[in-house]
């Protein structure tokens, strides 16, 4: 089972490849994960990588997808995975399809946490971090027991620049212009199956069970 998932930052698609990964017992592989294992293990595809990012740039679709076909390779993807971040653009689909056709294999389903952005930006301004413990809060979802103070370590809670509304917006500006076109062309493949992200999480992860065969 060959999964990707699709949706906004903050849309919650990381915690629901979480639960899929656990149901399912396959791999939630993200492609910032791979990159830093390659370059702490000191391989040649992550010294490659770290050229680029030494510098500040992205690493080229080509290589990413090199180390992604890599992370595959090995035995705890034998019945499948979960892409999260990547594809992001066009160009990385092709490709990405391009190596698993080499393998004989492709994507089988291309899952869409679908949020409106009001709802996202919300979701995410109510957002508090703990730069001390690095735990996380909701003001409206699960808020601490004293407002603006961590539960665990008792250091002050704060908005991330990240989770501000200007920046927000910024992201999701990014997200509807280059990955937007993806769902276009997972539906063209017919791989894609939407599930609406507004509603409570177990409920959503109880209609991606029901996409997957539960």
């Known amino acids: 089972m060959k999964i990707i998932m699709l949706g906004a ?41 770290k050229t680029y990012m030494d510098q500040g740039m992205l690493v080229p679709d080509e290589l990413t997808v090199d180390l992604l076909m890599d992370r595959i390779a090995q035995p705890d993807c034998e019945k499948g995975y979960i892409l ?19 393998r004989g294999e492709k994507i089988d389903y291309a899952v869409n946490v679908e949020v409106p952005d009001e709802n996202i930006i919300n979701r995410m301004s109510g957002r508090r971090a703990c730069l001390s413990c690095g735990a996380t809060y909701h003001v409206a979802y699960h808020a601490p027991a004293k407002e603006g103070i961590c539960d665990k370590c008792g250091s002050d809670l704060v908005l991330r620049d990240d989770d501000k509304p200007e920046t927000v917006k910024k992201r999701l500006s990014v997200y509807h212009e280059q990955t937007q076109p993806l769902i276009d062309y997972y539906k063209k493949a017919g791989v894609l199956k939407e599930v609406d992200g507004t509603k409570p999480m177990d409920t959503v992860f109880a209609d991606i069970a029901e996409i997957l065969g539960a």
């Open 84 to 102: 999260d971040g990547f594809p992001r653009t066009i160009p990385q689909a092709e490709c990405l399809d391009e190596a698993l056709s080499s």
């Open 9 to 49: 930052p903050g849309a919650g698609k990381g915690t629901q490849a979480d639960k899929i990964a656990e149901k399912y017992r396959i791999p939630h592989i993200s492609t910032g994960d791979i990159f830093r294992a390659n370059i702490k293990n000191g391989t040649e595809l992550g010294k490659k990588a």
